[in-house]
Protein backbone atom coordinates (compact mmCIF):
# COMPACT_ATOMS: atom_id res chain seq x y z
CA UNK A 1 0.00 0.00 0.00
CA UNK A 2 2.67 2.24 0.83
CA UNK A 3 4.91 1.54 -2.61
CA UNK A 4 1.58 2.39 -4.37
CA UNK A 5 1.21 5.47 -2.69
CA UNK A 6 4.38 6.63 -3.33
CA UNK A 7 4.42 5.72 -7.27
CA UNK A 8 1.44 7.44 -7.70
CA UNK A 9 2.62 10.49 -5.33
CA UNK A 10 5.73 9.81 -7.52
CA UNK A 11 3.71 10.12 -10.84
CA UNK A 12 1.85 13.39 -8.94
CA UNK A 13 4.86 14.98 -8.61
CA UNK A 14 5.82 14.63 -12.21
CA UNK A 15 2.28 15.74 -13.53
CA UNK A 16 3.26 18.97 -11.41
CA UNK A 17 6.72 19.43 -12.40
CA UNK A 18 5.42 18.89 -16.76
CA UNK A 19 2.30 21.39 -15.85
CA UNK A 20 4.01 23.57 -13.98
CA UNK A 21 7.02 23.85 -16.97
CA UNK A 22 4.06 24.41 -19.63
CA UNK A 23 2.77 27.32 -17.68
CA UNK A 24 6.50 28.52 -17.43
CA UNK A 25 6.32 30.08 -21.17
CA UNK A 26 2.81 31.82 -20.54
CA UNK A 27 3.56 33.24 -17.70
CA UNK A 28 6.70 34.88 -19.48
CA UNK A 29 3.85 35.97 -22.12
CA UNK A 30 1.34 37.25 -19.63
CA UNK A 31 4.32 39.26 -17.74
CA UNK A 32 5.34 40.75 -21.51
CA UNK A 33 1.92 41.99 -21.69
CA UNK A 34 1.83 43.32 -18.02
CA UNK A 35 4.60 45.26 -19.11
CA UNK A 36 3.37 46.70 -22.23
CA UNK A 37 0.45 47.68 -20.41
CA UNK A 38 2.14 49.57 -17.73
CA UNK A 39 3.93 51.46 -20.34
CA UNK A 40 7.37 50.17 -19.77
CA UNK A 41 7.99 49.06 -23.14
CA UNK A 42 6.12 50.65 -26.32
CA UNK A 43 2.98 48.01 -27.24
CA UNK A 44 4.27 45.53 -30.28
CA UNK A 45 0.93 43.77 -30.86
CA UNK A 46 -0.76 47.55 -31.69
CA UNK A 47 0.72 47.63 -34.83
CA UNK A 48 -1.52 45.02 -37.09
CA UNK A 49 -0.53 44.15 -40.59
CA UNK A 50 -2.39 45.63 -43.41
CA UNK A 51 -5.98 43.93 -43.75
CA UNK A 52 -5.42 42.35 -40.32
CA UNK A 53 -8.95 41.83 -38.32
CA UNK A 54 -8.73 41.42 -34.49
CA UNK A 55 -12.23 39.53 -35.03
CA UNK A 56 -9.42 37.23 -36.96
CA UNK A 57 -7.94 35.96 -33.13
CA UNK A 58 -9.92 32.96 -31.77
CA UNK A 59 -9.29 32.83 -27.98
CA UNK A 60 -11.49 35.13 -26.85
CA UNK A 61 -9.05 36.50 -23.94
CA UNK A 62 -6.67 37.15 -26.34
CA UNK A 63 -8.72 39.36 -28.79
CA UNK A 64 -10.58 41.32 -26.02
CA UNK A 65 -6.46 42.27 -24.97
CA UNK A 66 -5.81 43.20 -28.67
CA UNK A 67 -8.86 44.95 -28.93
CA UNK A 68 -8.18 47.10 -25.58
CA UNK A 69 -4.61 47.95 -26.53
CA UNK A 70 -5.94 49.38 -30.16
CA UNK A 71 -8.45 51.27 -28.38
CA UNK A 72 -5.84 52.76 -26.24
CA UNK A 73 -3.50 53.67 -29.16
CA UNK A 74 -6.42 55.38 -30.80
CA UNK A 75 -7.13 57.49 -27.95
CA UNK A 76 -3.38 58.25 -27.82
CA UNK A 77 -3.20 59.47 -31.12
CA UNK A 78 -6.11 61.20 -30.57
CA UNK A 79 -5.10 63.40 -27.85
CA UNK A 80 -1.79 63.76 -29.63
CA UNK A 81 -3.18 65.38 -32.66
CA UNK A 82 -5.66 67.29 -30.65
CA UNK A 83 -2.99 68.87 -28.45
CA UNK A 84 -0.89 69.97 -31.48
CA UNK A 85 -3.34 71.71 -32.97
CA UNK A 86 -4.23 73.42 -29.85
CA UNK A 87 -0.34 74.70 -29.88
CA UNK A 88 -1.03 75.50 -33.67
CA UNK A 89 -3.79 77.56 -33.06
CA UNK A 90 -2.08 79.18 -30.15
CA UNK A 91 0.98 79.80 -31.98
CA UNK A 92 -1.56 82.05 -35.47
CA UNK A 93 -3.37 83.91 -32.53
CA UNK A 94 -5.99 85.94 -34.63
CA UNK A 95 -4.68 84.37 -37.94
CA UNK A 96 -6.06 80.64 -36.84
CA UNK A 97 -9.09 79.09 -38.96
CA UNK A 98 -12.65 79.23 -37.71
CA UNK A 99 -13.54 75.94 -35.60
CA UNK A 100 -15.19 73.51 -37.68
CA UNK A 101 -18.91 73.08 -36.96
CA UNK A 102 -19.61 69.56 -35.56
CA UNK A 103 -21.93 67.58 -37.79
CA UNK A 104 -24.91 66.60 -35.61
CA UNK A 105 -29.03 65.19 -36.86
CA UNK A 106 -30.47 68.63 -36.57
CA UNK A 107 -27.84 70.82 -38.64
CA UNK A 108 -27.93 67.92 -41.34
CA UNK A 109 -31.27 67.52 -41.68
CA UNK A 110 -32.91 68.47 -45.29
CA UNK A 111 -34.59 72.33 -45.07
CA UNK A 112 -37.85 72.41 -44.21
CA UNK A 113 -40.16 74.38 -46.94
CA UNK A 114 -42.99 75.11 -44.61
CA UNK A 115 -40.63 76.94 -41.40
CA UNK A 116 -42.54 80.33 -40.71
CA UNK A 117 -41.32 83.87 -41.15
CA UNK A 118 -42.05 86.09 -38.63
CA UNK A 119 -42.23 88.97 -40.70
CA UNK A 120 -44.61 87.49 -43.83
CA UNK A 121 -48.14 89.21 -44.20
CA UNK A 122 -50.09 85.71 -44.66
CA UNK A 123 -48.62 84.73 -41.31
CA UNK A 124 -49.42 87.52 -39.39
CA UNK A 125 -53.21 87.30 -41.12
CA UNK A 126 -53.47 84.02 -39.85
CA UNK A 127 -52.79 84.56 -36.24
CA UNK A 128 -54.87 87.86 -36.13
CA UNK A 129 -58.03 85.44 -37.48
CA UNK A 130 -57.04 82.07 -35.89
CA UNK A 131 -58.77 80.59 -32.99
CA UNK A 132 -56.22 81.91 -30.42
CA UNK A 133 -56.32 85.52 -31.56
CA UNK A 134 -59.00 86.45 -28.64
CA UNK A 135 -56.28 85.00 -26.39
CA UNK A 136 -53.18 86.90 -27.84
CA UNK A 137 -55.37 89.93 -27.56
CA UNK A 138 -55.90 89.60 -23.88
CA UNK A 139 -59.73 89.34 -24.75
CA UNK A 140 -59.83 86.24 -22.88
CA UNK A 141 -57.95 84.85 -19.97
CA UNK A 142 -57.10 80.98 -19.69
CA UNK A 143 -59.42 78.52 -17.67
CA UNK A 144 -58.15 74.44 -17.74
CA UNK A 145 -60.18 71.49 -16.96
CA UNK A 146 -57.82 68.57 -16.98
CA UNK A 147 -59.66 65.51 -16.63
CA UNK A 148 -58.57 61.68 -17.66
CA UNK A 149 -59.45 58.76 -19.02
CA UNK A 150 -62.16 56.56 -17.31
CA UNK A 151 -60.84 54.78 -13.98
CA UNK A 152 -57.62 56.53 -14.16
CA UNK A 153 -55.08 54.66 -11.51
CA UNK A 154 -52.80 56.56 -8.84
CA UNK A 155 -50.08 57.46 -11.20
CA UNK A 156 -52.53 59.56 -13.94
CA UNK A 157 -54.44 61.27 -10.68
CA UNK A 158 -51.16 62.12 -9.51
CA UNK A 159 -49.50 63.65 -12.66
CA UNK A 160 -53.17 65.51 -13.37
CA UNK A 161 -52.96 67.24 -9.59
CA UNK A 162 -48.85 67.92 -10.40
CA UNK A 163 -50.01 69.63 -13.93
CA UNK A 164 -52.31 71.99 -12.15
CA UNK A 165 -49.63 73.00 -9.97
CA UNK A 166 -47.56 74.09 -12.99
CA UNK A 167 -51.06 75.42 -15.33
CA UNK A 168 -52.31 78.63 -13.43
CA UNK A 169 -56.04 78.46 -13.02
CA UNK A 170 -56.31 74.95 -13.74
CA UNK A 171 -58.98 72.47 -11.92
CA UNK A 172 -58.77 68.68 -12.34
CA UNK A 173 -62.33 66.95 -12.45
CA UNK A 174 -62.72 63.38 -12.52
CA UNK A 175 -64.42 61.65 -15.61
CA UNK A 176 -67.18 59.61 -13.98
CA UNK A 177 -68.34 57.34 -16.63
CA UNK A 178 -69.29 60.69 -18.74
CA UNK A 179 -68.37 60.99 -22.62
CA UNK A 180 -65.78 63.42 -24.18
CA UNK A 181 -68.79 64.78 -26.38
CA UNK A 182 -71.05 65.20 -23.20
CA UNK A 183 -67.73 67.34 -21.67
CA UNK A 184 -67.02 69.76 -23.78
CA UNK A 185 -70.59 71.42 -24.06
CA UNK A 186 -70.60 71.68 -20.14
CA UNK A 187 -67.21 73.37 -20.55
CA UNK A 188 -68.13 75.91 -22.84
CA UNK A 189 -70.89 76.84 -20.83
CA UNK A 190 -68.91 77.22 -17.62
CA UNK A 191 -65.99 79.58 -19.36
CA UNK A 192 -63.64 76.63 -19.62
CA UNK A 193 -60.91 77.76 -22.82
CA UNK A 194 -59.01 74.41 -22.93
CA UNK A 195 -59.82 71.07 -22.17
CA UNK A 196 -56.74 68.20 -21.35
CA UNK A 197 -57.60 64.80 -21.29
CA UNK A 198 -54.79 62.44 -20.38
CA UNK A 199 -54.74 58.71 -21.55
CA UNK A 200 -53.46 55.51 -19.35
CA UNK A 201 -52.20 51.74 -20.71
CA UNK A 202 -51.59 49.59 -18.12
CA UNK A 203 -51.59 51.97 -15.33
CA UNK A 204 -48.87 54.33 -17.23
CA UNK A 205 -49.77 57.69 -18.79
CA UNK A 206 -49.46 57.14 -22.60
CA UNK A 207 -51.75 60.26 -24.21
CA UNK A 208 -52.87 63.44 -24.23
CA UNK A 209 -55.40 65.46 -25.56
CA UNK A 210 -55.39 69.05 -25.67
CA UNK A 211 -58.84 71.04 -27.24
CA UNK A 212 -58.96 74.34 -27.46
CA UNK A 213 -62.63 75.45 -26.19
CA UNK A 214 -64.95 76.91 -28.06
CA UNK A 215 -64.19 76.48 -31.58
CA UNK A 216 -61.02 74.10 -31.18
CA UNK A 217 -58.41 72.97 -32.48
CA UNK A 218 -58.08 69.59 -30.78
CA UNK A 219 -54.30 68.22 -30.97
CA UNK A 220 -53.78 64.16 -30.00
CA UNK A 221 -50.38 63.25 -28.06
CA UNK A 222 -48.45 60.32 -27.83
CA UNK A 223 -47.10 60.98 -24.23
CA UNK A 224 -44.06 58.78 -22.73
CA UNK A 225 -41.13 59.44 -20.21
CA UNK A 226 -43.20 60.45 -17.67
CA UNK A 227 -41.67 61.51 -14.98
CA UNK A 228 -43.09 62.82 -11.19
CA UNK A 229 -41.71 64.87 -8.86
CA UNK A 230 -40.55 62.22 -6.58
CA UNK A 231 -39.00 60.60 -9.09
CA UNK A 232 -36.09 63.25 -10.28
CA UNK A 233 -33.43 63.60 -8.59
CA UNK A 234 -31.82 66.53 -7.16
CA UNK A 235 -35.58 68.49 -7.54
CA UNK A 236 -36.17 71.32 -6.02
CA UNK A 237 -39.13 72.35 -3.59
CA UNK A 238 -42.65 72.05 -4.76
CA UNK A 239 -43.44 75.13 -6.77
CA UNK A 240 -45.08 77.97 -5.83
CA UNK A 241 -48.77 79.65 -7.18
CA UNK A 242 -46.73 82.58 -9.11
CA UNK A 243 -47.31 82.70 -12.31
CA UNK A 244 -44.70 81.13 -14.57
CA UNK A 245 -42.67 82.56 -17.16
CA UNK A 246 -43.42 79.87 -20.62
CA UNK A 247 -40.24 79.30 -23.37
CA UNK A 248 -41.35 77.72 -26.57
CA UNK A 249 -38.11 76.09 -28.61
CA UNK A 250 -37.88 75.16 -32.26
CA UNK A 251 -41.95 75.47 -33.11
CA UNK A 252 -40.40 77.23 -36.22
CA UNK A 253 -42.85 75.52 -38.92
CA UNK A 254 -46.65 76.05 -40.09
CA UNK A 255 -47.58 72.98 -37.87
CA UNK A 256 -45.32 73.79 -34.80
CA UNK A 257 -46.37 77.55 -35.15
CA UNK A 258 -50.17 76.22 -34.36
CA UNK A 259 -48.85 73.65 -31.85
CA UNK A 260 -46.45 76.69 -30.24
CA UNK A 261 -50.22 79.18 -30.09
CA UNK A 262 -51.92 76.60 -28.16
CA UNK A 263 -49.18 75.74 -25.59
CA UNK A 264 -49.38 79.18 -25.14
CA UNK A 265 -52.70 79.88 -24.51
CA UNK A 266 -52.96 77.65 -21.67
CA UNK A 267 -50.86 80.19 -19.36
CA UNK A 268 -52.04 83.95 -18.25
CA UNK A 269 -50.02 86.70 -20.50
CA UNK A 270 -47.87 88.52 -17.20
CA UNK A 271 -46.48 86.07 -15.61
CA UNK A 272 -44.52 86.32 -12.14
CA UNK A 273 -40.90 87.29 -12.45
CA UNK A 274 -40.95 86.86 -7.97
CA UNK A 275 -41.65 83.41 -8.56
CA UNK A 276 -38.31 82.24 -10.79
CA UNK A 277 -40.45 79.31 -12.15
CA UNK A 278 -40.23 78.09 -15.88
CA UNK A 279 -42.05 75.99 -17.79
CA UNK A 280 -40.04 75.11 -21.48
CA UNK A 281 -41.55 73.08 -24.32
CA UNK A 282 -38.53 72.02 -26.54
CA UNK A 283 -39.44 70.63 -29.48
CA UNK A 284 -36.13 68.77 -30.92
CA UNK A 285 -36.82 66.27 -34.38
CA UNK A 286 -40.82 66.48 -33.73
CA UNK A 287 -40.58 65.78 -30.01
CA UNK A 288 -42.33 67.80 -27.31
CA UNK A 289 -40.20 67.77 -24.19
CA UNK A 290 -41.68 69.55 -21.41
CA UNK A 291 -39.47 70.63 -18.35
CA UNK A 292 -40.42 72.67 -15.13
CA UNK A 293 -37.84 74.69 -13.52
CA UNK A 294 -36.87 77.12 -11.18
CA UNK A 295 -33.72 79.72 -11.75
CA UNK A 296 -31.33 80.90 -8.97
CA UNK A 297 -29.00 84.05 -9.25
CA UNK A 298 -25.64 82.38 -7.91
CA UNK A 299 -24.03 86.15 -9.14
CA UNK A 300 -24.56 88.51 -11.49
CA UNK A 301 -23.16 86.76 -14.06
CA UNK A 302 -23.90 83.00 -13.04
CA UNK A 303 -27.74 81.13 -12.83
CA UNK A 304 -28.25 77.98 -11.37
CA UNK A 305 -31.54 75.79 -12.38
CA UNK A 306 -33.57 73.37 -10.06
CA UNK A 307 -36.02 70.80 -11.63
CA UNK A 308 -39.35 71.34 -9.92
CA UNK A 309 -41.07 68.19 -12.23
CA UNK A 310 -43.39 66.98 -13.74
CA UNK A 311 -41.66 65.94 -16.81
CA UNK A 312 -42.60 64.01 -19.67
CA UNK A 313 -42.30 63.92 -23.60
CA UNK A 314 -44.92 64.60 -26.45
CA UNK A 315 -45.29 63.32 -29.96
CA UNK A 316 -47.65 64.74 -32.41
CA UNK A 317 -50.14 62.23 -33.64
CA UNK A 318 -52.97 64.21 -35.06
CA UNK A 319 -54.33 68.20 -35.01
CA UNK A 320 -58.20 68.29 -35.83
CA UNK A 321 -60.02 71.27 -36.49
CA UNK A 322 -62.43 72.20 -33.99
CA UNK A 323 -63.29 70.11 -30.99
CA UNK A 324 -62.84 66.37 -30.47
CA UNK A 325 -64.81 64.09 -32.43
CA UNK A 326 -63.55 60.48 -33.54
CA UNK A 327 -65.76 59.67 -36.15
CA UNK A 328 -66.86 62.92 -38.24
CA UNK A 329 -64.07 65.23 -36.99
CA UNK A 330 -61.64 66.83 -39.93
CA UNK A 331 -58.22 65.95 -39.89
CA UNK A 332 -55.72 68.84 -40.60
CA UNK A 333 -52.91 66.73 -39.79
CA UNK A 334 -52.24 63.10 -39.18
CA UNK A 335 -48.78 61.73 -38.27
CA UNK A 336 -48.66 58.90 -40.27
CA UNK A 337 -50.63 58.34 -43.95
CA UNK A 338 -51.10 54.70 -43.41
CA UNK A 339 -54.04 52.87 -43.07
CA UNK A 340 -53.11 50.53 -40.19
CA UNK A 341 -51.42 53.68 -38.42
CA UNK A 342 -54.65 55.39 -39.01
CA UNK A 343 -56.51 52.58 -37.38
CA UNK A 344 -54.72 52.28 -34.66
CA UNK A 345 -55.02 56.32 -33.88
CA UNK A 346 -58.83 56.46 -34.13
CA UNK A 347 -59.01 53.44 -31.74
CA UNK A 348 -57.00 55.49 -29.35
CA UNK A 349 -59.14 58.45 -29.53
CA UNK A 350 -62.26 55.96 -29.44
CA UNK A 351 -60.99 54.77 -26.14
CA UNK A 352 -60.34 58.43 -24.69
CA UNK A 353 -63.99 59.01 -25.44
Not at 197 to 226: C, Q, Y
Request: positive net charge.
Amino acid sequence: MAKAGDKSGGSGKKALKRKAATEEPQEAAVAEDGATESGVQPPKAAAFPPGFSISEIKNKQRRHLMFTRWKQQQRKEKLAAKKKLKKEREALGDKAPPKPVPKTIDNQRVYDETIVDPNDEEVAYDEATDEFASYFNRQTSPKILITTSDRPHGRTVRLCEQLSTVIPNSHVYYRRGLALKKIIPQCISRDFTDLIVINEDRKTPNGLILSHLPNGPTAHFKMSSVRLRKEIKRRGKDPTEHIPEIILNNFTTRLGHSIGRMFASLFPHNPQFIGRQVATFHNQRDYIFFRFHRYIFKSEKKVGIQELGPRFTLKLRSLQKGTFDSKYGEYEWVHKVCAYSLKSHLDDCKSME
